[in-house]
């Protein structure tokens, strides 16, 4: 049974940073591209951040040069650094797997329950 369970996320003001971790289990972690959604209420789903077996990774333009996605291919982890944090980054963060290569496709395999993260101003 594959899970994928979410860790990290809080209140923060505006200006402060927060790290997501994200344990998976129950899947061979390298066959899949990593990625973190985040859906705030009453906007659609955004693709975050993504990251391939090997290291390459994508963002959003919103988070660009602020998110760091990470992953460690022995542990089963994939992490987001996220600094800078503005009130528009409010939302919940989905932790997800898809199997493949190809890193910015907005699906996936297997998703966690998320976790909240609140930028207050």
């Known amino acids: 049974q594959v899970q994928l369970v979410e860790s990290g996320g809080g209140e923060v003001q505006a200006g402060e940073s927060l790290r997501l971790s994200c344990a998976a289990s129950?899947?061979?972690?390298?066959?899949?591209?990593m990625t973190w959604f985040r859906q705030a209420p009453g906007k659609e789903r955004e693709l975050t951040a993504a990251?391939?077996?090997?290291?390459?990774?994508r963002y959003a333009d919103s988070v660009k040069g602020r998110f760091t996605i990470s992953r460690d291919n022995v542990k089963n982890t994939v992490s987001l650094q996220m600094n800078r944090l503005r009130p528009e980054d409010t939302a919940v963060y989905f932790c997800?797997?898809?199997?493949?290569?190809?890193?910015?496709?907005?699906?996936?395999?297997?998703r966690g329950q998320g976790t909240q993260v609140t930028v207050s101003s």
């Open positions: 990251i391939s077996w090997s290291g390459f990774t």
């Open positions: 129950g899947l061979t972690f390298t066959n899949y591209v």
């Open positions: 997800a797997a898809r199997a493949g290569n190809t890193l910015w496709v907005s699906s996936w395999d297997f």
